[in-house]
């Protein structure tokens, strides 16, 4: 598993994540299981769904 997600977005995804199970959490939904993406996702600096697409936000470094 190669990083395709660079710091930017990382800081970006856990601040999503943190808004999502904020949000789940005041109107006490089950939708604060969906912050576990974001912040997994950021975590390991890994996209499933860039590798699909060949993105790549760690800056100069390419996807194979």
């Known amino acids: 598993m190669k990083k ?6 990382r800081t970006i995804r856990f601040m ?3 808004i ?3 949000l789940g959490y005041y109107y ?5 299981l969906l912050a576990f993406v974001p912040l997994l996702t950021g975590y390991l ?3 499933p769904l860039y590798k699909i697409f060949r993105l790549n936000t760690c800056g100069s470094r390419s996807v194979q």
Not at 4 to 9: A, F, I, P, S, Y
Not at 28 to 32: A, C, E, Y
């Open 20 to 22: 999502i199970i904020a």
């Open 45 to 47: 600096s890994f996209c």
């Open 16 to 18: 999503l994540a943190i």
């Open 28 to 32: 006490k939904s089950w939708w604060i």
């Open 4 to 9: 395709n997600v660079g710091k930017k977005d």
